[in-house]
């Protein structure tokens, strides 16, 4: 079946930079579009960052252009998010997900990780 797990998360203080790692298994990952999404306390989940199934296209949520980017090995099965600058609002637990449209709907993503959590410190 299909596997989808992040790793990479923690403690961080403001300023501070992380790289998130999502190692996928039981699907042909080089046809997938990857994304990242996250989900705070009482929040609901929203769109982070995708990327196309060749890597030649990427999107990314206003709240993060510019700090974030994603990428993917094909050859790891393997997609990542490096994160700089990172703030207290970035607080979150980040899932990676796949699906076969590179879009920013979390219904367009069939597939999900079990999350990472990331917290920001001041």
């Known amino acids: 079946q299909v596997q989808l797990v992040e790793s990479g998360g923690g403690l961080v203080q403001a300023g501070d930079s992380l790289r998130l790692s999502c190692a996928a298994s039981?699907?042909?990952?080089?046809?997938?579009?990857m994304g990242w999404f996250r989900q705070a306390p009482g929040k609901e989940r929203e769109f982070v960052s995708t990327?196309?199934?060749?890597?030649?296209?990427?999107d990314y949520a206003d709240s993060v252009k510019g700090r974030f980017t994603i990428s993917r090995d094909n050859r790891k099965n393997t997609v990542y998010l490096q994160m700089n600058s990172l703030k207290t609002d970035d607080t979150a637990v980040y899932y990676c997900?796949?699906?076969?449209?590179?879009?920013?709907?979390?219904?367009?993503?069939?597939?999900w990780g079990q999350g990472t959590q990331v917290t920001v410190s001041s």
């Open positions: 990327i196309s199934w060749s890597g030649d296209s990427t």
């Open positions: 997900a796949a699906g076969r449209s590179y879009a920013r709907l979390v219904r367009e993503y069939p597939y």
């Open positions: 039981g699907l042909t990952f080089s046809t997938y579009a």
